[in-house]
């Protein structure tokens, strides 16, 4: 049973902390504060159901032509119903009409990313001047995709995968 997948909206951003903090108690998934919610609700896209969020996900642009998927989640009593690859597909469609051409995920559902062509990875699958840019950033995702060991404690023993779009 399907949804209604659109762009989220400001009023989305309470549903989509929820859908979230469903998988945070078990650190599946890392908690995300309201504010950076609402900062980066342009990059959600949601499924909606019978006027609720069931499930949601975000497209984060990294560098020219690198994006992460965060925060893919699917209410608990929707799991295994194909809103995950819903909101995957969309999000995916969304990096090739930008233009990038790997997207990055941190992640427990190895499975479930791997049957869309995401592969573990080890190190950091960019050049040393991409590198030194990408340092600069304030972003924990970035960090995470460039295993820096700071925020290795905060990854909760998920694994990085990436998908190369070409």
Known sequence: MSGHIRPARTPDVAAIHDLIAAYTED????????????????????????????????LHVMWEDLAEVRSLAVHPDAVREGLGSQVLQVLLGRARALGIERVFCLTFETDFFGRYGFKEFEGTPVEHEVFEQLLQSFDEGVAEFLDLERVKPNTLGNRRMLMLLR
């Not at 900062?39 to 609720?52: G, I, K, P, S």
């Open 27 to 58: 650190r599946r998934m890392l908690a995300k504060a309201m504010v950076t919610l609402y900062e980066d609700v342009q990059e959600f896209v949601v499924v909606e159901r019978d006027d609720t969020i069931v499930a949601c996900g975000a």
